[in-house]
C-alpha cells in the first residue's frame, strides 16, 4: 500500500510557538506530513503589501495590500492541503483564523481547532463544522497519526 | 426591464440595532430587497439545540447542538442570498461573523463589511475579500440602492 | 422580510406513520414549508420498474429498473431540498437511507436524522456528518419552526 | 504510454479477509494500483476519539468524536481515489458502508459493490448508483486488472 | 404538500412525432410538467446561423454557426431541466442526442433513452449512464407520472 | 408548453445606445426576456465608490472602491442570467467587457459578442470562446427571438 | 522552465489504426505527452462484463454489464486527461464517441474531432463545441506539438 | 516541510520581454516556481490554425481556429496553473488578456496585474479582481519570493 504525504496547512495564531511543537511532535513520529503555514513573522506580514508594492498614507489601505498579497498564499495553500489546523488563543481578535474556517467549511476540507476550553462559547459556531477540537498541539500529532497511519 | 428581488443577508453583530437601519432604510428608499438574518434572540440562539434536542451536562455539546441547529439556518441563508454585510463591533470575539465572511469567499458570494475605523487591522483579511467596507449601515443601504437600481 | 418557503425532503422509513407527524406538525404551526417525499408505496416503489419498463426474471435486474426510477424522483428532490430528515428504524437495513445521508453530505446540504437511542453506534457516522439528531418527529418539527423563523 | 498508479478505496466490512484478498490478488497480478483503506482495526476505530481527545460519560458523544477522527481518513482518502470498492455483509448494519456509496454517488466518483446474492434487494439503491455488483473479492480483482489495462 | 412543476426536456430525433405524443400524453394525466424541447423545424435549425448572422460559403462554417447558435438554447434548457429524455430512431445518426446524454450524465442530471430493441448494443455506453431505457413514449408519461406523483 | 422568461445581461460599451435598440427590440416582437444591465450612467459608475464610502485622494484606491461596489451588481446579474451580450466598440479599452466574457467563458456560461468587422482581430480569443458573432442589435434581437421561440 | 507531461485521451472509432498513428508520430517528435485509451480490443470491450461478473441471458444486461466496466475506465481517464481527441469514422453509430464529447463539454475539458469532410453536418453540434476539427492523425499531432511545446 | 513547486502563467503582452526578467529574477533568487507560458511567438500564435488545421479565405474563421488551437494551451496551463501574471501594455487592445483575467475570478484563481500607472482607470474592474498590481517585473518577483517562501 503505496501512500503520498498528507499536506497539513496550520492556521491562526502567530505569537506562541504551537506550530513547532506539531512540526516536531510529527517529525519525531516519521509521520507522512508534509506542512505548511502562512508567514508567521509578524512584521513582514504586515508589511509586505507596502515593502513591495510602494508606500500608502492610508493604514486601510496599507493592510489591504499586505492582506492581500498574503491571501495568494494561504489560499493556494489552503486549497492544497488535505487537512487544516486553526489555533485560537486568548489574545488578539484572529478574525483571519475564524475565516480560514469557514473557508474550510465552504470547500468541504475537514480542519481541527486547537484552544483552549475558556474560550469554547464565542468558538462554537467555528467549532461546530470542524472535525475535531483539540487542546494541545500533542493531541493534534495523535490525531494526524492515526488518521495517516499507512 | 423586469427584476427579482435580490437577497440580502445581514450577518454578525447582534446586541446592537444595525440590523433595523438597515431594514428600516431600505424599506424606506423601497429598494427590492429581501432580507434575512439568523435568529438574532441571543437566549433562543444559545439555547436551542438543548431546548428542542435535549439537556447536556457539558457546555461543549450545549454550544455544539446550539451551534448546529443555528448553522442549518444561516448556512442555507446565506446560499440562497445574493448578497451578505458582515458587521463587527467592539464587543464579544465575533468569530461567528468572520466564519461566515470566510464561508461568502469560498462561495465567491459577495459581501460587505461593516465596522469602525479602529479595527481595520484585526480585520485585514476580511476586509480584504470583501466587495466593500462600510462605516455606517446608512452607506450598506445606499450600496444596496445603487447595485439593484432597477 | 419576504421569504420563499423551505423545502423538506423526508428520506427512509417507510413502514412507520413518522413523515404524517411531520407534515401535520408542520401544517399545525403554519410553518413556511413545502415537504417532498420519496414514493412511500412500498409495492409501487418496488415494481415500478417492471411495471411500466417490463418484466426481468432476474430479481437483480428488477430491483435495479426500479431503483433508477425511483432515483430520477429522489435525487433530483433531495438536490431543489434546503433540509433532509432521514429516518431509521429498527426494522429492515435502510441502506438507502444511509445511502442518502451520504449524498447530502457529499453535497453539503444540511440533514438532520431521526432515529431512536439505541441505535446510535450503528449509526455514528451517519450522525457525524448530520446538523442534529432528533429522537421524535415532534422534535423535528420543532428544529424546523426554529429555522424557518421570519 | 506512461500511467500513473491507480488509487483504489476499499470501504465497508472490517470483519472479514476481503481486504487482503484484494490487495494479495492485485498484487499477484502486478497490477498499477496504490490501495487505501480506512483503520480496519476495530475497537482503535470506536475508541480514536476519546483516546486523543478525552472521555466522554455519554455514548453518543464518544462516537461522535470517534466518527469525526475517521471521516478526517475517509473522506480524504475516497475523494483522492479513483475507484472505491463498499463490501456489504450479512452481519451488523453497515451503514457508514452505505454512506460512503451515497457519497461517491453524488461525487461522480464510479463504486463497486461487493455482497452476496441475498441481499441485493436491500441494497438495490446502493448497486442501482454503482458501476458493477461483485460477489467475490477475486471478481474486483478481475475488473481492476480490466481497468487498469496499460 | 405544495411541488412546483418539474421541467422536462426532450432531446433528439426531430423527424418523427415523438414529442406530441409525450406532450399530449403528459397533459391527459394532467403532470405537474413544464415541457421544453429544442428547436425542431429542421430547415430553421439547420440554418438559423446563417439567416442571422450572414452568409458563409464554406458548409463548415455555416453548420459551425448554426451549432452554436441553437446550442445557446439547448444547453440553457438542459441546465435548467430537472429530467431529460433522449430519443434515438433507425435513420440519421443523431450524434448530437448522444452528445447531449453525455452532456448531462457529466452534469449529473437524470435522463431516459427512447428507442427500439435493435440498437441497444450500439447505445450500450448512452444507455449505462440513463436512469431508465423506455421503448415507447407511452412509457416515457408512466415514468413521469410515477417521478411526480405529489 | 409554459416556460419561463429568459434572463439576458448586456455588457460593455457605455456611450452608445445599442442597450436601447436591444431592448426595444425585444419589447417589438415579446420576447419573453427580462434584460439586465450593469449601471450604464458613466460619471455615477465612475464615482459610486467614493459617492458612498468617502473620498480618496489616490486615484487607484478611488477606482478600486468603485469597481468593487459596481462589480457586487455586474456579479450577481451575469451569474444569474441565461444569455450575456458583450458589445465592444472602437472607443476606449473596454478591458471591462473582455473581463465579463472570460468570466462568462469560465463559468460555462453562453455569450454573444456584438462588434464591428474592423475589430475581429484584436477580438480573436474573446470570439472564439462565444455562441456568436453579431454585428448589429438587431442580430442579436434575431438570435434572442430564435432561442427564446416558445 | 519544467514542464509536466500533458495527458491526452484517444476517444472512438476502434476499428482503424488511427491511435497508432498519433502514438508514434507524438513519439516520433519527442513530445511531452502520455496517451491513454479506452480498451480497444472490441470483443473484450463487449464481453468483459460478463466475462467477470456472470452470464446474462438478457443482451441488454450484458451490455449494460460491459458498458458500466469499460466507464469506470473512460470516465477515470476523460476527467485525469488535459486534452480528448474524438474520432468518428463512416462506420457504425458511434454514440459513444458522441457521448465522450460531451461530457468533455459539459465538464469544460477540451477536446479535438477527428473525421473525414463527408460527415460534418451529421457532426456539427459535436464540432462546434470541439476547440478543433482536424481531418487526419497527423493534424492532431501537430496540434500537440504545437500547444505543448515548452 | 517538503513543497512542491508552485506553478506560474504570464498571460498578456508579447511585444516587450517582461517574461525573461521574471523568469530570471526567479530564477536568480532559485524560487521554487515553474514558470509557463502562451506561445509568444507573435506570427506563429497567429497562424497555427491555418498552418496545422488548413486555409481559410475568411479572415474571421482564420482567427477562430488559430485562437481556439492557442486556448487548448492557454486553458490548461492557466487552470493548471497556482498564480497567474497579466501584463498590460499601452499597445494594441489585449483584449485576450483581460479575458484571461476573468477566466482567473471566475475560477477563484489569484492573479497579478502588471501595468503602468497611465491606465490604472481603464483596467479598474480588471484590478479590483487582482490580488495584487505590480508596476514592475522585480515587483512581480518579489511576490512570488514572499508568498513561496519555505
Redesign the interface.
Known sequence: ???E??RIYLSGEIHSDWREHI?NGCSAKGLPV????P?TNHE?SDD??VE???H??????K???????????T??LIEKS??VVVK?GDK?????????????????K?Y?TLHD?D???????????A?????TPG?VV??LK????A
Open positions: 500500500m503505496v501512500q504525504n498528507w512540526i508534509d506542512i505548511v503555514t508567514i513582514a509586505c503589501g513591495i508594492l510602494g500608502e498614507n492610508d493604514e486601510f489601505w493592510d489591504h495590500k499586505g492582506a492581500q498579497v498574503n491571501a495568494i498564499r489560499r493556494t488535505d487537512v485560537f488578539f481578535r484572529q478574525w483571519n483564523a475564524a475565516f480560514d474556517a469557514g473557508f474550510c467549511a465552504a470547500k468541504g475537514p481541527i476550553e474560550i469554547i462559547h464565542a468558538l462554537k459556531e467555528v467549532d461546530a463544522a472535525m475535531a477540537w483539540a487542546k493531541q495523535e490525531i492515526y488518521v495517516t497511519l
